[in-house]
């Protein structure tokens, strides 16, 4: 029998976040996660009168094609893979994995050349046509959450199921701060950065792209990033792990990087020369996740967090930063992760994770889970 929970995660990735229409073509890209719910997803896409295709995938098959990646096969893949998304209006991933570290040992000079070719077919998707990304709950993940299987798919579930509706007063209220805030000055443990966002302009994510959401994310100007940042959250990237990840920056460009793995870094941070400017800054504030997993579609919705991103900036909120990496690093400001401050423009506006202004109050997690009104 099928758990129930499926079609209702169904449900909102067709209805909320893509909110399919008769006639539209979605591909569902189905990496390592049960035929039931690739099933249910067809379904509720037919329903809605749209028409489904499916991509089936699996990690350690993608891994073996990435330890021989070569410039020829993987252009004639991205050229397969153009082809198929000019064809769709919608997307729909769902990526799980019994091993979240598959594509640890492949070696750093094969996985740019797979990502600098395939960055188009990403661009494409992400700026033409409407499209969501979530994670599919494993062992390998409620093990990082150092939580049991089934307490980690019952958050999982509740967390991507929510009422999403309930964040956007409180997040128009801060797309409208932000658009016109000019400079960003964010303080605490090992902590001391400035940055402008002046004209750059703001997004709110309420689960329209990515599930679990929460968010919304604008862009430093590019040659404004001053100071020294000390993310408090580990981070997976590229299959590989880092803690204690600290960068410090001089007109906009990360001059020093340090981590548990230095060196795996600054390859990453080498891949070409976007990759050491900012192509994103966010705030998070989903009330159900409080503490990291290792998975960032997870940790950069935490409450009281905000991630600063090394690598692309999006098109339609950005700076103009090109570059085929993306790397979404987060901090934690809570008062149990270290706290922090977050002015804009000499004003403070969150406190050890809580936004002070009270335009922003419903973005608190007391107002997301219905315990202020």
């Known amino acids: 029998m099928t758990d129930p929970r499926y079609a209702k995660l169904a449900d909102v990735l067709t209805g909320h976040s893509t909110k399919l229409k008769r006639g539209e073509r979605v591909l569902i890209d189905a990496w390592d996660i049960p035929d039931e719910m690739v099933v249910a997803l067809v ?9 489904p295709y499916v991509n089936i995938a699996r990690s350690r098959v993608t891994r073996e094609l990435l330890l021989g990646a070569t410039e020829d096969q993987y252009s004639l893949l991205a050229d397969l893979e153009m082809a198929r998304m000019k064809k ?16 640890s040992d492949v070696p750093a000079r094969r996985m740019q050349l797979a990502m600098k070719i395939m960055r188009p077919v990403q661009d494409w998707r992400v700026n033409k046509t409407k499209w969501v990304v979530l994670r599919w709950p494993s062992p390998s993940m409620a093990q990082s959450a150092m939580m049991s299987t089934e307490a980690f798919e019952d958050l999982y579930f509740r967390v991507c199921t929510l009422d999403y509706s309930r964040m956007r007063p409180g997040m128009r209220a801060l797309v409208r701060l ?16 400035r940055f402008s966002i002046k004209g750059i302009g703001a997004v709110p994510c309420g689960g329209d792209r990515n599930i679990p959401d929460g ?38 460009r990360i001059v020093e990087a340090t981590s548990s793995n230095t060196r795996r870094m600054n390859e990453i941070l080498d891949s070409d020369e976007g990759a050491r400017y900012v192509g994103e800054f966010a705030l998070g504030f989903n009330p159900h996740l409080l503490h990291p997993i290792r998975d960032t579609l997870f940790d950069e919705k935490i409450a009281g967090s905000f991630h600063f ?9 950005g700076n103009g930063n090109k570059s085929q990496v993306h790397w979404d690093i987060v901090c934690i400001q809570r008062k149990d992760y270290g706290g922090g401050e977050i002015w804009f423009d000499g004003k403070l506006i969150r406190k050890d994770g809580l936004f002070v202004p009270r335009s922003l109050q419903k973005l608190n997690p007391g107002y997301l889970l219905g315990d202020e009104d």
């Open 43 to 51: 379904r509720t896409v037919r329903r809605r009168g749209a028409i």
């Open 88 to 103: 769709m209006d919608a997307y729909i991933a769902i990526r799980g994995a019994d091993n979240m570290f598959e594509s």
């Open 178 to 193: 932000m658009e016109k805030t000019d400079q960003v000055h964010i303080k605490g443990p090992g902590t001391d950065l």
């Open 215 to 252: 968010e919304v994310y604008s862009c430093p100007v590019k040659e404004s990033v001053e100071g020294v940042i000390q993310y408090n959250c580990p981070a997976v990237y590229q299959g590989v792990s880092f803690d204690n990840i600290r960068f410090v920056f001089e007109k906009g």
């Open 309 to 317: 991103t090394p690598g692309q900036a999006y098109e339609h909120c």
